[in-house]
């Protein structure tokens, strides 16, 4: 079995923050070695146990996304090779799992983009016919495929606390009318391109979210990750349809399992995964990285 990585100890770097999955050290004043950890969470909370291989499989697949989409929007990468930036005894904490990126300003938005009903969005559409303040036609069903794509954000919360939806309107007085205007855009087009991608593959993209932020003359950057399963509702094409969750090649697998837990409350401490558990989700996680970039 793949060696399974939850924290990483670089000792020859400053170490600048620890995520939820990612541990973030400083190279130099203007470029970070990101590192995609095991760890995996749900529901705001970390996991106790990493599903093995999972970091490398988002390096790969955000890799993948940016070099493929390059021409819509800037993103992080320095193609800096990861090995290069760390002590020789530290090279295998980051082999595979690593990038060397360029330090933004974080912005403090997650753009998210729905073109299926599920999740919070099926939840919200339930009571108000609205997700994130955009109206939806009557008599949409679970899963349902919307009439076109919307973008419906949330705040980005900190580590332990949950992402709030918000509306356009909220996110322009954050940002400005003007970023925010372009985070939209972009976040709505790198959607449609991905999707086209993915169903070509056997893969619906049902949602995803995006991070952005400003690089030194206030150009927009993508960053963080790019439509990885951590980020993304991937269901397999051949088994969708409205009126149920279909399986999918994300962590819904292990949520679903966390929501069969007998009075777990979404808090921390979480359960301990069970083998077949992780092992399943590991699986999902490899198989969204082979049909997607082959």
């Known amino acids: 079995m793949t060696t399974t990585l939850l924290n990483t100890s670089i000792q020859s770097l400053p170490l600048l923050s620890r995520g939820k999955v990612r541990d973030n050290y400083a190279v130099g004043d203007d470029k970070l070695l990101m590192i995609a950890t095991d760890r995996i969470s749900a529901f705001d909370v970390v996991m106790e146990q990493g599903i093995p291989g999972k970091g490398a499989v988002l390096t790969g697949i955000s890799t993948f996304w940016f070099d493929l989409l390059a021409d819509l929007i800037p993103n992080h990468l320095t193609g800096i090779d990861p090995e290069s930036v760390v002590a020789p005894e530290e090279r295998a904490q980051v082999r595979g799992r690593a990038l060397v990126v360029k330090r933004l300003q974080p912005l403090p938005v997650e753009a998210v983009v729905r073109g299926y009903l599920a999740g919070s969005g099926w939840k919200d559409y339930q009571v108000l016919h609205k997700v994130c303040g955009v109206s939806l036609p009557a008599g949409l069903r ?78 927009l950057v993508w960053m963080d990750e790019a439509l990885t399963p951590d980020s993304s509702r991937f269901w397999p094409a051949e088994q969708w349809k409205e009126g149920i969750s279909p399986p999918s090649f994300d962590k819904q697998f292990l949520r679903d399992w966390l929501e069969t837990v007998p009075g777990w409350n979404k808090q921390a401490p979480a359960p301990e995964l069970p083998a077949d558990i992780i092992a399943g989700t590991a699986a999902k996680y490899a198989e969204a990285l082979a049909r997607l970039a082959g």
Do not use: M, W
């Not at 332990?160 to 918000?166: K, L, P, R, S």
């Not at 087009?189 to 070509?200: D, K, N, Q, T, V």
């Not at 995803?208 to 206030?218: P, R, V």
């Open 142 to 219: 679970q899963a349902a495929r919307l009439p076109h794509p919307i973008f419906t954000p949330a705040t980005k919360a900190e580590l332990g606390a949950h992402d709030e939806n918000i509306d356009f309107g909220h996110v322009a007085r954050i940002v400005g009318v003007e970023i925010a205007a372009q985070i939209r855009d972009v976040s709505l087009e790198i959607y449609r391109r991905a999707s086209e991608h993915a169903l070509a593959r056997g893969i619906i993209l049902a949602d995803t979210k995006f991070e952005f932020g400003l690089d030194a003359q206030q150009r």
